[in-house]
């Protein structure tokens, strides 16, 4: 399998588990208090401020890790921000599920197998997809959870031009990910394969196989996971396949650039982008034949 499958593979799954979550907040937080209390910002859902507040404390958060990466101990520091967010994000998927299934004191036990889950991760790297497709999960549906699609539509449209002016014009990002890939951080998922290239040798098209290393960070993972599931709220379970398979293709066009160009790329745009305009023309669509899901 290629690489670049095996990544879109965990890009998927990252986005199931997220509606998994998602779902079950949505749905419990009518009877749990405790789900309520998740919510993570401080208006009511369907206010746009939210919008702009989770964008700024996006831009803190990117902020102080610019700030870490030019202190001495940067990898102390830096591992405490990736234990703060992965732990919480995991907690959350952790507790969702556990108190949906009325296991006694699911706090507690989330809290461990969040703490667990790091553990594994500090021990052996490999553990870092892992830890990054359930954190990237866990923030993609408690925000989706505490806020209206309209909103959330405009925070991810914002980060998605964010993500251009990082990676293209200040390039803060391109260090962000040149640290997490050469750090095994769970900030990315990472995973090295091969792929196909075609040359020509002695005036013949020859194929062969050439070393690949495909990285994809969790912020994208968490931000696909927040539109495929805040479009459950928009009234079916089709609308989330939509989003879902649109972030897929979009992320198919990220990685074939980043193939031709061979230079990171701002993800955000195609992910956000495809998976939005698949999700207007399929509801366009179906209101014009007035079809409802």
Do not use: C
Request: charged share 15%.
């Amino acid at each position: 399998m290629r690489a670049l499958d095996v990544v879109v593979i965990l890009f998927l799954l990252t986005q199931i588990i997220s509606l998994g979550v998602g779902v079950l907040l949505i749905e419990g937080a009518k009877e749990n208090p405790a789900f309520s209390a998740l919510s993570v910002v401080p208006d009511e859902p369907a206010s746009i401020s939210n919008s702009f507040y989770l964008l700024i404390s996006v831009l803190i958060g990117a902020a102080l890790i610019f700030i870490f990466l030019a202190m001495p101990y940067k990898h102390v520091f830096i591992l405490l921000v990736e234990f703060i967010a992965s732990v919480f994000a995991s907690f959350v998927v952790f507790f969702v599920f556990l108190s949906s299934f009325m296991v006694p004191n699911a706090d507690t036990f989330a809290f461990l197998m969040a703490l667990f889950l790091f553990g594994l991760r500090m021990v052996f790297k490999s553990f870092r997809n892992l830890l990054a497709i359930v954190s990237g999960a866990g923030i993609g549906a408690v925000i989706a959870f505490s806020i209206d699609p309209l909103p959330l539509f405009i925070f991810v449209i914002l980060l998605a031009v964010y993500d251009i002016l990082a990676v293209r014009w200040t390039k803060h990002m391109v260090k962000f990910a040149n640290y997490f890939i050469k750090e095994k951080t769970s900030f990315s998922i990472g995973f090295e394969g091969v792929r196909k290239v075609r040359t020509k040798e002695q005036g013949k098209t020859v194929t062969k196989e050439q070393p690949w290393y495909v990285e994809l960070g969790t912020g994208d993972m968490a931000v696909a996971s927040m539109v495929t599931t805040v479009s459950y709220k928009l009234g079916s379970l089709a609308f989330p396949t939509i989003a879902l398979l649109g972030s897929a293709m979009g992320l198919y066009l990220v990685f074939s650039h980043a193939a031709r160009r061979k230079e990171i790329m701002p993800a955000l745009p195609y992910i956000v982008g495809v998976s939005l305009v698949s999700l207007i023309l399929v509801s366009g669509v179906l209101y014009m034949l007035n079809i409802k899901l």
